[in-house]
């Protein structure tokens, strides 16, 4: 019998050298240039050679195939020449000469097709940094039931406490093997990586590199939607005076693990104030104006304005303690244009109270590519506050201010 010899970057062959089944889980983290990516899709592919085996490559969202994982697992097929010569290798297909199959989905809305795949050997969980809990439960509750079933989770660590930073770092399972890989620790680093990698040394603020290369959480960089706009300063608004405008009330409802989220803001000179907040995860409806009363008084008898993917829910707080709540006109570009708006003022003031929204102010970023370099596109994140927010204000971020003081 023929035997090959693959070369792995130390830290990885820890990880992948232990034979099939003997862990549940093989989980690593880091930055750019680590190999990990290409070495999870190579050990995949050998196993899948070594023996028939059904394998679910899932990530969170997933538009298309080429957005998939197969891209990584055609380029570790075609770079040993027996792989290549076993795999049938399609544009939306992957499938092995003696029965293995590479299944590639999205986990975001498709759960119950992800519960309905049975005989699943192996489950690689790409960009696992963007999986929410409620798919990570789905997912563990469906990709274990055969007798080596494994599970293997790949990310670069973005936040501090994300679910799969709570589930491999913070509190490890006991049947894991995981490791951080960085490109210091790939001996195999290729040059062309290496030049941009120093390109990027030079000219990216040092917190976004140590999260693209160094595998450092996402923190107070160029990423950040509002940066160094958001300051938190004690302040206390005097609504007699008359530079202090406002309360301007905002609401966004809650959603499975996304928490209900409430907002008092107001205007003072150049600045834009977040004076108090409400957020609540799993609060219940009938709950709902109890609770951000209770947080805010005085909440009821003003102007609210809250997230109109939800009429009815909107209609239910009207009848049940928020007789002033609204819904707000929403139109393409309605995100962006609410952010620039609010980049607009000289600084966005935050009470020190409201700790959840200094929390956003810090994780609300925008997406980097896979240069490193900081896009326009938001992430779908950490932004719960900062919706309600833009709710708060919303006739005054397209229509005027003065639409602003009526009710609409």
Same mark, same amino acid.
């Given at each position: 019998?023929?035997?090959?010899t693959?070369d792995?970057?130390?830290?990885l062959?820890?990880?992948?050298s232990p ?9 690593t ?12 899709? $190579? ?25 998939s994982?197969? @891209?990584?697992l ?8 027996? $792989? ?54 789905a997912l ?5 039931r ?13 936040t &501090? ?6 589930r491999?770092r ?8 995981? @490791? ?10 290729p040059?062309? $990586? ?7 040394q030079?000219?990216? &603020? ?11 959480? $996402?923190?107070?960089?160029? @990423?950040?939607?509002?940066g160094? %706009? ?8 005097n ?5 202090w ?15 209900? !989220? ?15 907040e ?8 009938d &709950?709902t104006?109890?609770?951000?009363v209770g947080?805010?008084p005085?909440f009821?008898?003003e ?16 009848r049940?303690?928020?007789p ?5 006109? %929403?139109?393409?570009?309605s ?15 935050i009470?020190?109270?409201?700790a959840?929204m200094q ?13 490193g370099?900081?896009t326009? %596109?938001i992430?779908? !994140?950490?932004?719960?506050g900062?919706?309600a ?10 229509g005027?201010? &003065?639409q ?5």
């Amino acid at each position: 019998m023929s035997q090959a010899t693959i070369d792995l970057p130390p830290k990885l062959a820890d990880v992948y050298s232990p034979p099939r089944g003997s862990v549940k889980y093989r989980a690593t983290y880091g930055g750019r240039g680590s190999a990990k990516s290409f070495t999870a899709a $190579l050990m995949a592919a050998i196993w899948g050679y070594a023996a028939p085996m059904r394998v679910l490559c899932v990530r969170e969202f997933q538009a298309s195939i080429p957005e998939s994982f197969h @891209a990584e697992l055609k380029a570790a097929i075609a770079s040993q020449p027996w $792989l290549e010569a076993h795999y049938d290798v399609g544009r939306d297909y992957l499938r092995g000469a003696n029965g293995s199959e590479f299944i590639f989905r999205g986990l975001r809305r498709n759960e119950q097709s992800i519960k309905s795949l049975a005989k699943v050997d192996l489950t690689i969980v790409e960009e696992a940094e963007d999986v929410p809990e409620t798919s990570w439960l789905a997912l563990e509750a469906t990709v274990f039931r055969q007798p080596k079933s494994e599970l293997w989770a790949i990310w670069n660590p973005r936040t &501090d406490g994300s679910p799969v930073d709570r589930r491999f770092r913070k509190e490890p399972p006991e049947s894991a093997l995981i @490791a951080e890989v960085n490109w210091n620790d790939n001996p195999y680093f290729p040059d062309g $990586l290496k030049a941009l990698r120093e390109r990027q040394q030079r000219l990216l &603020d040092p917190a976004t590199y140590a999260h693209v290369w160094e595998g450092a959480y $996402l923190e107070n960089s160029d @990423a950040q939607v509002f940066g160094s %706009k958001a300051k938190v300063e004690p302040f206390e608004p005097n609504p007699r005076l008359p530079e202090w405008q406002g309360p301007f009330y905002g609401g966004d409802f809650g959603f499975s693990q996304d928490p209900t !989220a409430a907002v008092e803001c107001w205007i003072r000179g150049d600045n834009f104030y977040i004076r108090r907040e409400a957020f609540r995860t799993g609060l219940e409806l009938d &709950d709902t104006a109890p609770f951000v009363v209770g947080a805010m008084p005085g909440f009821e008898r003003e102007v609210s304005r809250w997230d109109s993917a939800r009429p009815e829910s909107i209609s239910h707080l009207n009848r049940h303690g928020l007789p002033m709540a609204r819904a707000v006109t %929403k139109w393409p570009g309605s995100v962006e244009d609410g952010i620039a708006w609010l980049r607009s003022w000289g600084s966005i003031i935050i009470h020190p109270e409201c700790a959840n929204m200094q929390r956003e102010a810090r994780l609300y970023s925008y997406k980097t590519n896979e240069n490193g370099d900081v896009t326009t %596109k938001i992430i779908d !994140a950490h932004n719960h506050g900062w919706d309600a927010v833009r709710y708060a204000v919303q006739p005054m971020i397209r229509g005027g201010s &003065d639409q602003v003081f009526g009710v609409l």
